[in-house]
Nanobody, 123 residues
Framework: VQAVESGGGLAQSGGSLRLSCTVSGIHFARLTMGWFRQAAGKKREGIVC?????????YSSDSMTGRFTISRDNAKNTLYLQMDSLKPEDTAMYYC????????????????YGQGTQVTVSS
């Protein structure tokens, strides 16, 4: 399985970025997928997951609800993360991964992920 994240970069506080993740080597359209991030020196943090048909979205944290929007294009084996109203604390490496059901929703399962894409938000 290979996941390739892209779209990161430098943004100003309040700005936007759109991340992409293309997955190969697995039947992407059958997977619940999501995003997580890891800031330097901190543990990884789940962001959001989306089911295979796009019908259910679960945010790992209320702090990202309304600012981050996940979507997918199964025909292109690609997952997206639209990030708006960026804050300096959003600075981190962002990764896409598979998700699994955990009692009250879908959360990152970390069975595979790529090299990540760096997002840096300046104040």
């Amino acid at each position: 399985v290979q996941a390739v994240e892209s779209g990161g970069g430098l943004a100003q506080s309040g700005g936007s970025l759109r991340l992409s993740c293309t997955v190969s080597g697995i039947h992407f359209a059958r997977l619940t997928m999501g995003w997580f991030r890891q800031a330097a020196g901190k543990k990884r943090e789940g962001i959001v997951c989306i089911t295979d048909d796009g019908g259910t979205v679960t945010y790992s944290s209320d702090s990202m609800t309304g600012r981050f929007t996940i979507s997918r294009d199964n025909a292109k084996n690609t997952l997206y993360l639209q990030m708006d109203s960026l804050k300096p604390e959003d600075t981190a490496m962002y990764y896409c991964t598979d998700c699994a059901w955990y009692s009250d929703g879908y959360y990152p399962d970390y069975q595979f992920y790529g090299q990540g894409t760096q997002v840096t938000v300046s104040s």
